[in-house]
């Protein structure tokens, strides 16, 4: 087993919010939230690192910080595409054989979390990998908008096949349940194919996008992480994240 040799990471940012409109440039401690995912994202030291952008005052903002950015179309329908749309840009030659989707929202994000979404590559099978995190809570567990990961991991093991997501309770029976985190990576070749395949029943029916992947026939292996990154969705969050960076 090997690693894809050259990842990079993309960061998918648009203005648009429902509930934080704006949230690429609030403000924590002086800098835009978007300048300190970059920061996490550069401190994993995996590959470059680029924010595709919607507008171009994110662009602004990360290139004045000194990251890199690149902009897109406003109206992609998911991060995915948008983040597919900046790798063609930089790279129309296809240097780079995976690509690290790392949400633009988590402003307090452990680099760490980012080399273990990169690792499970190692596996050649494996078109696409992502996290989960063990459920601790009760409520979580029937907690529509905390999504499932269905994975069987062995005893000891830290990477398991993902065999299912879903925002029901599953699997059932006595055992663990797992939250699933949105972070992903890529093998190109697999992106590629993704955001060309039409939107899967499973899909749309459960509104969650990786289920098109499954519908598809493409594996994707799940890495078992110890916390969920803080995800910045309200003003209450965005204080929660100025808290942790202090």
């Given at each position: ?75 992609h329908p998911s991060g ?139 594996r994707i292996d799940v ?24």
């Open positions: 087993m090997s690693l894809p040799k050259n990842p990079v990471v993309i960061i998918p940012a648009r203005m648009a919010s429902e509930r934080l409109p704006g949230k690429p440039l609030a403000d924590i401690h002086g800098d835009p939230m978007i300048v300190h995912v970059w920061r996490r994202a550069m401190e994993a030291k995996i590959g470059p690192v680029f924010v595709a952008c919607a507008e171009k005052e994110i662009a602004d903002a990360v290139i004045a910080a000194g990251g890199h950015a690149v902009l897109t179309r406003p109206d995915s595409d948008r983040v597919y749309e900046a790798v063609q840009a930089i790279d129309p030659e296809a240097k780079y054989d995976a690509i690290v989707n790392v949400q633009g929202d988590l402003p307090t994000l452990d680099p760490e979390i980012v080399r273990k979404v990169f690792a499970p590559l190692g596996k050649e099978v494996v078109d696409i990998s992502t996290l989960a995190v063990e459920i601790s809570e009760e409520s979580e567990k029937t907690n529509p908008n905390v999504v499932k990961a269905v994975v069987g991991f062995e005893d000891g093991a830290n990477v398991g096949h993902g065999l299912y997501f879903t925002r029901a309770t599953a699997p059932y029976g006595n055992g663990p349940l797992y939250h699933h985190i949105g972070l992903y990576a890529f093998r190109r070749n697999a992106l590629q194919r993704f955001v060309h395949l039409a939107p899967g029943v499973l899909e749309q029916r459960e509104k969650l996008e990786q289920l098109r992947a499954l519908e598809n026939g493409m890495a078992l992480v110890d916390t969920v990154p803080l995800g910045v969705d309200t003003p209450e969050d965005l204080e929660r994240a100025r808290d942790a960076l202090k």
